[in-house]
């Protein structure tokens, strides 16, 4: 997604009124409230993530506009901004440790599952370092073309690992939180000043503009995170969005997840779902022992530490966060950190690996 230029092309909005959007938002909403009738956690994600998964599958025409997906990650934005403060800053300096911890988890991440996916699942060298990073889809898939890499096994192996991942961790959140819903209070959204709104989308777009140009990973997020955060530290705009609009949030990630499967088939995500499995349960094991590490720097939830070692789905993981109310702004920042460091680290893998089979 070249988040640069989603806001500024016609054909975008254009998207949001075709057969295929509509035919998402149709099949989503009744899905959404059967799993919220069933008590489902995360009822508004998992419901049209399922929903359109099978559709998708199925032959059927889906299709998620980055509009409507850009607009919710700046929602999210706005959400997480509401954390950002002075003492946010002054606990960074405490966020270091848990940082080195991620890369150390990213590394032994690659090395552990790339032997894995070649050793039992076929996988060629180069596709099996770019599958078994815990995350960063997209810019690994621009990677992995440039070097001639197979796309569809890495692709399917993020989308599989996705899957669980969001399906998996609302359960077990819900088992050991003790909030399961997001936070109700009296705060009067209508006597805010919706001016600040206003400024905020406007400076959010801004540094989206910016951050996408000097290639921030994940610009949409981090962009709008490092506006709202910059607007209210200095008084300039603050504003707080109602709960009930994380539920939209839901809904398109859950639905877009979803969509990612319309171009594969039944047969090639049968055969990639086993290793995949199998791959993801080792990704999730290691991110916990990494969350476990990661309490010995941090006074921090057990629950957000798994959230911030989740092996993929920034911005899923993110509404998780905001929805259970389990730190925001420290699993954002630790999942933004991951992107940056999986960008880092598997090209440096790859010219070693280079390197050792010219020297042999």
């Not at 075709?18 to 956690?41: E, G, H, M, Q, R």
Request: a neutral charge; glycine letters at 4%.
């Amino acid at each position: 997604m070249n988040d640069s230029k989603v806001f500024f092309n016609l054909i975008n909005y254009k998207q949001l009124f075709t057969k295929k959007f509509i035919l998402v938002i149709l099949i989503s909403i009744p899905s959404a409230i059967v799993a919220d009738y069933f008590n489902i956690p995360l009822a508004w994600m998992l419901g049209p993530m399922i929903i359109t998964s099978i559709g998708a599958l199925s032959g059927l025409k889906l299709k998620m506009p980055k509009l409507a997906l850009s607009s919710i990650l700046i929602i999210l934005g706005l959400h997480i901004g509401n954390y950002i403060d002075q003492n946010l800053f002054n606990q960074m300096i405490n966020w270091i440790w848990t940082s080195v911890v991620m890369l150390i988890y990213i590394v032994v991440c690659i090395l552990i599952v790339s032997k894995y996916l070649q050793k039992y699942a076929s996988y060629g060298e180069k596709a099996s370092i770019f599958s078994a990073a815990p995350g960063a889809l997209g810019p690994l898939m621009i990677l992995a073309e440039n070097e001639k890499t197979d796309l569809s096994q890495v692709a399917t192996s993020h989308l599989i690992r996705l899957i669980i991942i969001i399906t998996v961790i609302p359960f077990l959140i819900v088992n050991n939180a003790i909030t399961e819903t997001l936070i109700v209070d009296d705060f009067d959204y209508i006597a805010q000043n919706h001016f600040n709104l206003i400024k905020l989308i406007i400076a959010s777009i801004i540094f989206i503009l910016v951050f996408d140009k000097i290639r921030v990973p994940a610009a949409l997020l981090s962009g709008t995170l490092f506006a709202s955060g910059l607007l209210q530290m200095t008084d300039v705009a603050s504003y707080k969005l109602p709960d009930a609009s994380i539920n939209f949030c839901l809904l398109i990630l859950g639905a877009s997840v979803g969509c990612r499967f319309a171009e594969k088939t039944i047969k090639e995500i049968a055969n990639n779902s086993l290793h995949s499995l199998v791959a993801t349960t080792i990704l999730v094991l290691l991110g916990f022992i990494a969350a476990y590490v990661a309490t010995f720097f941090v006074d921090t939830n057990i629950l957000t530490l798994i959230l911030s070692f989740s092996p993929g789905g920034i911005y899923e993981v993110a509404v998780i966060a905001i929805a259970f109310d389990l730190e925001p702004d420290f699993v954002a920042f630790h999942h933004i950190i991951r992107l940056l460091f999986i960008l880092f680290t598997v090209p440096v893998i790859l010219k070693v690996l280079s390197k050792f089979k010219k020297l042999s």
